[in-house]
């Protein structure tokens, strides 16, 4: 047996709290569901239900007719339980006009019924203009686009770079070394294509280029697993707030720390999970509401350490829940939480 396949029942006995639903309703401001202009909703308010998991925001609405038809699957059938961000197509950047027109398209799409803007991790990564250059994250051709979003008081939920350990060598040391052996495409070089640090700093600048803008930093930023670097962060970006969405396992295995920053930063940290795989959220309430001890992570490639609850109040259980959110993201129906 090698170790990847080595995975021990733990013979600790604590007490345990297996939660498979959330103490109460809340909105997954992370989620994507490419074919919601089409798809059954009814299947998955089912699914939400049995969650608690009273609103979700589906981050890939695409543009244009994509995001009439989702508003419209929705208005006809669930009006009530989901909210739509638009995407840019960075195609064409460079050209004449590519800047005005790309905000144009953001003011549609939300008189069209978006409610927020999502940038997916490719810009700063894969994103090329016209004559073939990469488009950092703080270009200034995107400028227009962010101050649109200020504008219109829409908040744009930014992904920007990847863990820190995927641009680490790939050796005994590397925690994350089971997802990259596992995972082909994960690793990057130093410099691919451009060091973490570079690509984080670039969406730094962007931020505090924007004090008129609210700005979603996925995944708690990227530093999910340095809570004082993340705080410095935000006290010196007040436009800024996080969501936790698939870093639950740093969370869940600093359970005083991040209990600490939970509490300072009650209001400003929303909750999101990034992919719809509806058992996983088990850890999610498990590390949010228990206190319980030593309990596993449900993807082990991802964590093989083992999490903790920090047991938060109600009062900051609300704000995470749905408060904050309710706060941030225009036209979530209110009448679906409690005060």
């Avoid at 733990?10 to 569901?33: C, G, R, W, Y």
């Avoid at 840019?88 to 590519?98: A, H, L, M, N, S």
């Amino acid at each position: 047996m090698d170790f990847e396949k080595y995975n021990p029942v733990s013979t600790l006995v604590v007490p345990e709290h297996k939660l498979t639903k959330a103490k109460f309703p809340f909105i997954d401001v992370h989620n994507h569901q490419f074919s919601m202009p089409t798809m059954d909703l009814g299947t998955l308010t089912v699914e939400m239900d049995k969650l608690n998991m009273a609103v979700m925001v589906n981050l890939s609405g695409q543009s244009g007719d994509l995001i009439k038809k989702s508003v419209s699957n929705i208005k006809t059938n669930y009006p009530k339980r989901f909210i739509v961000f638009a995407n840019i197509d960075f195609k064409g950047i460079g050209e004449d006009g590519w800047s005005e027109k790309a905000a144009k398209q953001l003011e549609d799409d939300v008189k069209n019924g978006a409610n927020g803007l999502k940038i997916y991790k490719s810009l700063g990564f894969s994103v090329k203009d016209n004559k073939g250059d990469r488009v950092a994250v703080d270009d200034s051709r995107l400028d227009l686009i962010w101050k649109k979003a200020g504008d219109l008081k829409i908040p744009v939920l930014i992904h920007t770079a990847d863990p820190k350990s995927f641009w680490d060598p790939m050796d005994e040391h590397n925690e994350r070394w089971l997802e990259l052996a596992t995972h082909e495409g994960r690793k990057r070089g130093a410099d691919n294509p451009e060091p973490f640090e570079d690509l984080i700093e670039e969406q730094h600048r962007m931020f505090k280029k924007h004090p008129n803008t609210t700005f979603i930093a996925a995944h708690f930023g990227w530093y999910p697993n340095d809570l004082a670097k993340l705080g410095k962060l935000m006290d010196d970006m007040p436009n800024i707030v996080v969501e936790f969405g698939a870093v639950i396992a740093e969370i869940g295995r600093q359970p005083k720390m991040a209990k600490a920053f939970f509490t300072k930063y009650q209001d400003r940290i929303l909750f999101g999970k990034d992919s719809w795989v509806p058992d996983e959220y088990a850890t999610y309430f498990r590390v949010l509401e228990t206190e319980d001890e030593y309990f596993p992570y449900h993807k082990k490639y991802h964590a093989f350490w083992p999490m903790y609850g920090m047991g938060l109040s109600d009062e900051i259980l609300k704000k995470v829940y749905y408060k904050n959110a309710l706060r941030i993201v225009p036209n979530i129906d209110k009448s679906l939480f409690p005060k």
